[in-house]
């Protein structure tokens, strides 16, 4: 239909690095849908962030 929604769960509320992270998202949702759809990312707090939420890859990279 046009539109591409997201929805993102930070790790906090008062993470600092959310609109660089937000901005990320849309550029990486932007670079796989046609130039004219339009891309609404989402942040919820339902359900919450956990690390189990993490892929294989982030674990590995932090060591976990």
Do not use: K, N, Q
């Amino acid at each position: 239909d046009g539109w591409v929604r997201a929805e993102m769960t930070m790790t906090t509320a008062a993470c600092r690095m959310t609109d660089m992270i937000v901005e990320a998202a849309r550029g990486a949702v932007s670079g796989i849908v046609p130039d004219d759809t339009r891309i609404d990312i989402e942040l919820v707090w339902d359900p919450p962030w956990t690390p189990d939420r993490m892929t294989g890859i982030a674990r590995e990279h932090f060591g976990w």
